[in-house]
């Protein structure tokens, strides 16, 4: 996976290609659809990680990698600087801003404005795309048995040299101070689309290489637990991503706490809160933090209906269940 997600931000087209169709096997017991219920259920993945369905397919891209550590030596602290977003498009709308708040349109006013805050289990994935530049989308690690999981926007990706580095710094003495991972494969829905209903599969998976001292990613940062989506309305969701440096306050990643609803008819939802500007593509959706090891369960990320909404302060998510789950299974046995 890979690069900037077209939210809306939707720059050109970046389609995950399949080079080997793996159709999943095992059964699966069918989860009801979310609802916008008050408190419902929280439902981990790992309940169903060994429970793969039979009508679950899945696209697996084994990345062409002159090698791991080929790879961590591409991106040196000046590529990833020089690194550009392709989510921008609608995705770099200002809010619009008043002093004279009857001058402010009611659609937009009261919402909130992200604030500069990290984590380490949150990053940026970098790539080589088409155009041989440089590229980058917001990426995590998730919580698995085999501790090498990540997860980003499908429309993130593909390109060459893929390479995920969490808890970034783009102008720190040490960028990249939990390493710099290397993709080995990565894995999407066959169902995605970048338009219609094939938004609703716009979350993929990667598996990233071992460090030279044979430590797995989450060893060092922790995992994000991947939940189903309890409902379209959540009254506190925490998103966390990593906007274009020039559009990013201090050049850091940011976070924001609110509610989300329903979109529309469409089974995704809406979280609103400015400063999303490109690059925030596959940014987590988190409830339920965890002070201790500053990560969360994470119900959705940005994604979705025009790569993840129309300007910096409107950002959509796919809604997680049953099909999410059954990906993420097939990914940690492969």
């Given at each position: 996976m890979s690069g900037?997600?077209?939210?809306?931000?939707?720059?050109?087209?970046?389609?995950?290609?399949?080079?080997?169709?793996?159709?999943?096997?095992?059964?699966?017991?069918?989860?009801?659809?979310?609802?916008a219920a008050a408190r419902p259920a929280v439902r981990p993945a790992a309940r169903f990680a060994a429970r793969p369905a039979a009508d679950s397919e899945a696209a697996v891209r084994r990345e062409?990698?002159?090698?791991?550590?080929?790879?961590?030596?591409?991106?040196?602290?000046?590529?990833?600087?020089?690194?550009?977003?392709?989510?921008?498009?609608?995705?770099?709308?200002?809010?619009?801003?008043?002093?004279?708040?009857?001058?402010?349109?009611?659609?937009?006013?009261?919402?909130?404005?992200?604030?500069?805050?990290?984590?380490?289990?949150?990053?940026?994935?970098f790539f080589r795309g088409r155009d041989l530049r440089a590229h980058f989308c917001t990426a995590f690690v998730v919580a698995s048995r085999t501790r090498n999981l990540v997860m980003t926007a499908a429309h993130c990706g593909?390109?060459?040299?893929?390479?995920?580095?969490?808890?970034?710094?783009?102008?720190?003495?040490?960028?990249a101070p939990y390493g710099i991972w290397p993709v080995l494969r990565s894995f999407t829905d066959r169902r995605f689309r970048r338009t219609g209903g094939g938004t609703d599969f716009d979350y993929a998976f990667a598996k990233v290489a071992r460090s030279a001292a044979g430590r797995q990613v989450e060893d060092l940062t922790h995992g994000?637990?991947?939940?189903?989506?309890?409902?379209?309305?959540?009254?506190?969701?925490?998103?966390?991503?990593?906007?274009?440096?020039?559009?990013?306050?201090?050049?850091?990643?940011?976070?924001?706490?609110a509610p989300t609803r329903r979109l529309g008819a469409r089974r995704q939802m809406v979280f609103l809160c400015d400063g999303y500007y490109g690059g925030t593509s596959g940014s987590p959706w988190l409830i339920g933090y965890r002070a201790g090891t500053n990560t969360g369960r994470v119900i959705g990320l940005i994604?979705?209906?025009?790569?993840?909404?129309?300007?910096a302060w409107t950002s959509y998510s796919p809604m997680f269940d049953k099909n999410t789950l059954r990906l993420y299974a097939f990914a940690v046995a492969h």
């Amino acid at each position: 996976m890979s690069g900037g997600g077209g939210r809306g931000r939707g720059g050109r087209p970046v389609l995950w290609s399949a080079t080997t169709a793996l159709v999943l096997a095992a059964a699966l017991t069918p989860l009801a659809a979310p609802r916008a219920a008050a408190r419902p259920a929280v439902r981990p993945a790992a309940r169903f990680a060994a429970r793969p369905a039979a009508d679950s397919e899945a696209a697996v891209r084994r990345e062409p990698s002159p090698g791991a550590a080929a790879v961590a030596e591409y991106w040196t602290a000046a590529r990833m600087a020089a690194a550009t977003a392709e989510d921008v498009g609608g995705k770099d709308l200002p809010l619009p801003r008043s002093p004279a708040p009857s001058a402010v349109s009611p659609s937009v006013a009261g919402i909130p404005s992200a604030y500069p805050n990290g984590r380490p289990s949150i990053g940026v994935l970098f790539f080589r795309g088409r155009d041989l530049r440089a590229h980058f989308c917001t990426a995590f690690v998730v919580a698995s048995r085999t501790r090498n999981l990540v997860m980003t926007a499908a429309h993130c990706g593909p390109g060459s040299s893929q390479a995920f580095v969490p808890g970034y710094r783009i102008h720190g003495r040490t960028p990249a101070p939990y390493g710099i991972w290397p993709v080995l494969r990565s894995f999407t829905d066959r169902r995605f689309r970048r338009t219609g209903g094939g938004t609703d599969f716009d979350y993929a998976f990667a598996k990233v290489a071992r460090s030279a001292a044979g430590r797995q990613v989450e060893d060092l940062t922790h995992g994000n637990t991947l939940t189903v989506t309890p409902a379209f309305a959540n009254r506190r969701v925490g998103v966390t991503g990593y906007p274009r440096a020039s559009a990013a306050p201090l050049n850091r990643p940011v976070t924001c706490w609110a509610p989300t609803r329903r979109l529309g008819a469409r089974r995704q939802m809406v979280f609103l809160c400015d400063g999303y500007y490109g690059g925030t593509s596959g940014s987590p959706w988190l409830i339920g933090y965890r002070a201790g090891t500053n990560t969360g369960r994470v119900i959705g990320l940005i994604g979705g209906v025009g790569g993840g909404g129309p300007n910096a302060w409107t950002s959509y998510s796919p809604m997680f269940d049953k099909n999410t789950l059954r990906l993420y299974a097939f990914a940690v046995a492969h």
